[in-house]
C-alpha cells in the first residue's frame, strides 16, 4: 500500500465514530502536516454565508490569513469555482493572498456535501512545484470524505 492511500485510510479511520466537526478538521490537518514531506501548512477554511467569506478553521503551520473573501485568492477562487486549483508558483497567481511569505506553491480543494460547498482544505508548501497529480487525487479524496462529515452546511 503506497503512503498516500495510506493516509486516506488513516482520515477514514480518524473520522469514523467522531460527529465533532471541530475535532475531524484538527485531526485531518494535523495527520496531513505531519505526514505529508515540505508543506508547510494545512488547513481548512469554512465558509460563512452571512458575511459571504471563508474563515480560518483548524490547521497546523504558522499563523494564517483569518478571512478570506468569497473570489478571493486561490481558496476563494477555489471555494467559488467548486474545483481543486494546483498553483506550482503562487507567485504568478493573481490575486494571490501572501498569507505566508514564504509558500511558493500551493494546492486548494473544495469541501462538499449533498447540499453545498461549504470550505476548502488548503496545503501550501515553501518549494515550487510541490503538488503532484497523484496527490491531487489522494487529497481529493480526503476532502471528499471530510466533506460529507459536515451535515449542517
Known sequence: MNKEHLLVKQVAALVDGEENLIANLANTAALLYNNLPDVSWSGFYCYHPQNQQLILGPFQGNPACTRIAAGKGVCGQAWQQEKTIVVPDVHQFAGHIACDAATNSE???????TQTTWGVLDLDSTSFSRFSSLEQ???EEIAEII???NKTA
Open 107 to 113: 494546492i486548494v480543494i473544495p469541501l462538499k456535501n
Open 137 to 139: 487525487t489522494f487529497l
Open 147 to 149: 466533506g460529507s462529515l
